[in-house]
């Protein structure tokens, strides 16, 4: 044994003889919870990118520079979409981000600032930094576009929720690369090694079969005199199978979603039944986001008597149904007269037309009451 113990102390590769992965520390695979954050938050993310943000003063909309800014380039090195888009990311997944308008009217996301939050006076925003630049001067409250996405951080709940569900896939994992794993012995001849040339050879020997085994498909060992090679399989048949990984996995991101409120049909991509999980998707998580957005536009860009004349930011989300799904609907509201030919437009996202036709309340013979004459049509 002490033969042994100088052979180990002079190779320190010799740890593989030993199955050190059990003591590691399962709870560090942090891939899973990047995979599960970046899957819900890009999501999310890319919903939102696709809104478009309309400048209304009074009936009208009108595109100037702050509607270029806000759809098309905030930024000399952002177009819109990658702008919204890491928006939200640092949103959700810091649970707070800052937009600065630079000097020139460049809309900026810092990387990193202070916050001193105050009860009566404005908050002040300080060491603002954006890639390897700080702003040396203090931003007031309102003089920035500032959002919390919760009163609570989310990145605590999604670590503490990580750590169960890490460890145990850091173990499922590890039992599978053990399913059906190959080990070997060596058994030796203490009287072949006697001097250190001959025991140099010796482990050069095992180093090399090692090597052998574990990289190729097929190694061949050649039989050496006082050395015997032995190959043991666990034959372990109740090892957990892949599926069980997935399983574990699949549950760790079904959680981070529920948290961001994504049904978990949309994250898998489910087909069936589409929907109805898209409708409360955009109604209860979408739409409660870009309200949050619109109200901090609204009083950034807006004094508040601009705002009460009618000049104000409207968000037209990406809509999941198209107007063939909705020209039964319309059809209804405009010909019973409870909304004229614009008002339908609006609400659908459409700027109102010129046609002063469409600014009329119409109704058709069925909504009419029995006695009376419609213009144009004949008396019942």
Known sequence: MGFLDAIFKRNSEVEFMFDLDIFQDTSTRIH???LAVDTCVSFLARTISQSEFRIRNG??????????????????????????????????YDNECLVIQADDGDLLIADSF???????FEDTFYDVTIKDYMFKRTFKQSEVIHLRYKNENLAPLIDGLYK????????????????????????????????KEQQAKLQEFIDNMYKAISDKDVAIVPQQKGIEYKEHASGNSSSQSVD???????GFLDQVAMAIGIPISLIHGD??????????????????????????ANSKFFTQQEFLNGQ??????????????????????????????????QEAGYEPSTDTNLDKHYITKNYQEMGTTVEGGENE
């Open 164 to 195: 169960d569900y890490g460890d145990l896939f850091g173990r499922i994992l590890n039992s599978q690369k053990r399913k059906n794993q190959i080990r070997g012995t060596v058994d030796m001849d203490m009287i072949a090694a006697k001097s």
């Open 114 to 120: 202070g916050h001193n939050e105050y009860a009566v």
């Open 312 to 345: 104000k930011v409207e968000v037209k989300s990406i809509s999941y149904n198209s107007l063939f799904d909705i020209a039964a609907s319309v059809d209804k509201l405009v010909s019973s007269g409870a909304f004229t030919g614009n008002e339908i437009r």
């Open 32 to 34: 899973m919870k990047r």
């Open 244 to 250: 069980e990984i997935n399983k574990v996995t699949n």
């Open 271 to 296: 087909m069936a039944d589409v929907e109805k999980p898209t409708k409360n998707y955009m109604m209860y998580t979408v739409s409660p986001l870009l309200k949050k957005i619109k109200d901090e």
């Open 59 to 92: 009936d009208k909309y009108e595109k100037d520079e702050l509607y270029y800014r806000l759809n098309v380039r905030p930024n000399k090195n952002m177009t819109a979409s990658t702008f919204w888009q890491t928006f939200i990311d640092k949103l959700v």
